[in-house]
């Protein structure tokens, strides 16, 4: 962390490399000025090497759904501030299914886990890297924390990519 003050006028950086779940590597990059009324931020991530069950606590949590498949590479930049937020993401996966949980948790709604999947491209329809493209659009939840501001715009990029056209 750089220039973690609320009495500075010059951005506060802050980087994180970790490993998501305890698997899969990442970078996470974040920077704002606290003096900024706005609260205007930048971040971005490089994710790799996630089998997408490993997060599914998290995703069945947060969003009703089980996945299946690998990420083998995510990059995302999201520019925002306490209002809202646009960015890009940019993906090479494979074998990407969802199953969509009943409202209980307890079981899968096959119905629409096959309707998701009928949408969902598995990775295959890649440009000529591997890659297929997303953008984020997000409106920020006021009464929830930035963390939560984040996941959204994950989520967001994540749906763009993987069920809009793919390309950039």
């Given at each position: 962390?750089?220039?973690?003050?609320?009495?500075n006028?010059?951005?506060?950086?802050?980087?994180?490399?970790?490993?998501?779940?305890?698997?899969?590597?990442?970078?996470?990059?974040?920077?704002?000025?606290?003096?900024?009324?706005?609260?205007?931020?930048?971040?971005?991530?490089?994710?790799?090497?996630?089998?997408?069950?490993?997060?599914?606590?998290?995703?069945?949590?947060?969003?009703?759904?089980?996945?299946?498949?690998?990420?083998?590479?995510?990059?995302?930049?999201?520019?925002?501030?306490?209002?809202?937020?646009?960015?890009?993401?940019?993906?090479?996966?494979?074998?990407?299914?969802?199953?969509?949980?009943?409202?209980?948790?307890?079981?899968?709604?096959?119905?629409?886990?096959?309707?998701?999947?009928?949408?969902?491209?598995?990775g295959?329809?890649?440009?000529?890297?591997?890659?297929?493209?997303?953008?984020?659009?997000?409106?920020?939840?006021?009464?929830?924390?930035?963390?939560?501001?984040?996941?959204?715009?994950?989520?967001d990029?994540?749906?763009?990519?993987?069920?809009?056209?793919?390309?950039?």
């Amino acid at each position: 962390m750089n220039n973690v003050s609320n009495t500075n006028t010059e951005k506060t950086d802050i980087k994180v490399q970790a490993k998501l779940m305890g698997k899969a590597p990442i970078l996470f990059n974040w920077d704002f000025n606290t003096k900024d009324a706005a609260d205007s931020f930048n971040a971005s991530a490089v994710l790799t090497d996630l089998e997408a069950e490993t997060i599914n606590p998290f995703l069945e949590s947060q969003a009703n759904v089980r996945a299946l498949g690998r990420i083998h590479e995510m990059y995302f930049t999201i520019h925002g501030n306490n209002f809202k937020s646009t960015g890009d993401m940019k993906m090479k996966y494979e074998d990407f299914k969802f199953s969509i949980l009943d409202e209980d948790q307890l079981g899968i709604n096959k119905t629409l886990s096959a309707l998701v999947n009928i949408l969902t491209n598995d990775g295959s329809k890649t440009d000529a890297n591997g890659y297929r493209y997303g953008d984020i659009a997000v409106e920020r939840d006021r009464t929830k924390s930035f963390f939560n501001y984040l996941w959204l715009n994950t989520k967001d990029g994540l749906k763009n990519t993987v069920v809009g056209n793919g390309k950039k």
